[in-house]
C-alpha cells in the first residue's frame, strides 16, 4: 500500500476548510451584482468591523502579493524607500511586485534578530538616508511582517512602539499579515490590539495559509490611505468580477472563530514538532517557535531519513548549517508529526 507524503512544505499546501468550501456551494445559486456590489461584500465590511472594534475600508483581493504590493502603494511614494526586515517577504518574495506597484519605490533591508526589526535597527538604517536629498529616495513607510519570516511575532508593545518611531519621522506603517491569525493566536490578543490600537495605518489580511481557498483583504485603517485604493486595486487586476465568492470565504473563516480554531491547530502541531525535535541529539532550534513554522537544524543524514520516511519539508540555509523549515497547517495530522518524530528519533 502506498503511504501518502507527510507534508510540512507549507500552509499554502494544505487544503480548504470545509467550511468555507460550504459556504462557496452557498453563494453559487442566483444572480447577483458583481464587482463587489453584492450582498455578500457588503456584510464583510459590516464583519471586519466588528472584528476591529472600528470602522474600515475592505479592499479584496486575491494574492497576498497583491495586498502587500498595494498597500506598500498608498505609503509610499515613487521617490521613497520601504523599510522592513531584510528576510521580510516583501522584499525577497514578491518578484519585485511592491517596486513595480509603488512605480519605482525601493525597499531598504534592516537587521533584526530572528526576523525582527526594531526602533535601533531602523534608526541605524534610517540615518543611511541623506533627507532631502533629490538625489536619493526618501523613507516613506515601514513594514513589519506578523508573523515574521523566521515564525516569531510582534508583541503589541514593539509594535506600538515601532508606529511612534515610524509616524514621528512622517511615515506610515503597513503590516503583512500572512500569518495574523497565527500571530494572533500565539499572543492571545485582540485585532485591534495588535493592529490599529498599537500604530497600525493599513494591513494585509491573509486567510488563505489559515484554511481559505485564496482571500485576502487590504485592511485600511488610516482613511486618507483608502481614498485611491478602489483606483490602484482596478489598475493591478485585483477588482475581483465575482467577488461574492471571495467574501463568502471571508465571512465564514471569521464566523464562529473558525480563523482561531484553524490557527490554534496548526500551532500546537508547530508546538509538539518542535519539542519533540529539541530533544533530540544533533538538533537545535534556529528560532523560537510562535506560530506554525519550525526552523531546525537538523543533521543531513536525519534529513535525508524523514525524505526516505515520505516526510516533506524545505531545507533552509538562512536558518544556519543543517537548516530545514516545517510548516503545519490547520489540516496537519498529530499523527504525521508524530510519525515524523518517530522517524527522527
Keep these: 500500500m502506498n503511504v501518502l507524503p507527510r507534508s510540512f512544505l507549507s500552509d ?3 487544503g480548504v476548510s470545509p467550511e468555507i468550501l460550504a459556504a462557496i456551494a452557498r453563494c453559487n445559486d442566483g444572480a ?20 476591529f472594534e472600528r470602522e474600515v475600508a475592505v479592499f479584496l483581493v486575491a494574492t497576498g502579493t497583491a495586498a502587500n504590493a ?6 509610499c511614494p515613487p521617490w521613497g524607500a520601504v523599510l522592513c526586515h ?5 522584499i525577497r518574495d514578491e518578484c519585485g511586485a511592491p517596486e513595480f506597484y509603488t512605480a519605482g519605490a525601493k525597499l531598504c533591508p534592516v537587521e533584526g ?20 536629498d533629490p538625489h536619493q529616495t526618501q523613507p516613506g513607510g515601514v513594514s513589519l511582517s506578523q508573523a515574521t519570516e523566521a515564525g516569531t511575532v510582534y508583541p ?3 509594535i506600538a512602539a515601532i508606529a511612534e518611531w515610524t509616524h514621528a519621522r512622517g511615515m506610515k506603517l503597513h503590516m503583512d499579515g500572512a500569518r495574523l491569525g497565527n500571530a494572533l493566536v500565539s499572543l492571545g490578543i485582540s485585532p485591534a490590539e495588535m493592529t490599529w ?15 481559505a481557498l485564496a482571500a485576502e483583504a487590504i485592511i485600511v485603517f488610516d482613511a486618507a490611505l483608502a481614498k485611491d485604493m478602489a483606483y490602484r486595486r482596478k489598475r493591478a487586476g485585483q477588482l475581483l468580477s465575482k467577488s461574492r465568492f471571495f467574501a463568502a470565504q471571508l465571512l465564514a473563516y471569521l464566523e464562529d472563530d473558525l480563523w482561531r480554531r484553524n490557527a490554534s491547530h496548526a500551532n500546537e502541531m508547530a508546538r509538539r514538532l518542535a519539542d519533540g525535535l529539541a530533544g533530540l541529539p544533533g538538533v537545535s532550534l534556529a528560532h523560537p517557535v510562535e506560530i506554525n513554522e519550525v526552523f531546525a537544524c537538523l543533521p543531513d543524514a ?10 516533506l519539508f524545505l531545507d533552509w540555509p538562512t536558518a544556519g548549517p543543517g537548516g530545514r523549515r516545517f510548516v503545519t497547517s490547520p489540516a496537519t495530522p498529530a499523527e504525521d508529526v508524530a510519525a515524523l518524530l518517530a522517524a527522527a528519533r
Design 86 to 90: 531584510r528576510f521580510a517577504h516583501v
Design 197 to 211: 490600537k498599537a500604530g497600525v495605518d493599513i494591513l494585509s489580511f491573509g486567510a488563505t495559509k489559515n484554511g
Design 156 to 158: 503589541a508593545d514593539e
Design 113 to 132: 534578530e530572528h526576523g525582527r526589526v526594531t526602533t535601533e535597527t531602523l534608526e541605524a538604517a534610517y540615518r543611511g538616508f541623506r533627507l532631502n
Design 302 to 311: 536525519m534529513a535525508e531519513a524523514l525524505r526516505a520516511a515520505g516526510c
Design 32 to 51: 447577483v451584482p458583481g464587482y463587489g456590489a453584492d450582498p455578500l461584500t457588503a456584510a464583510l465590511t459590516e464583519r471586519f468591523a466588528a472584528f
Design 70 to 75: 498595494l498597500s506598500l502603494a498608498a505609503c
Design 12 to 14: 499554502n499546501a494544505s
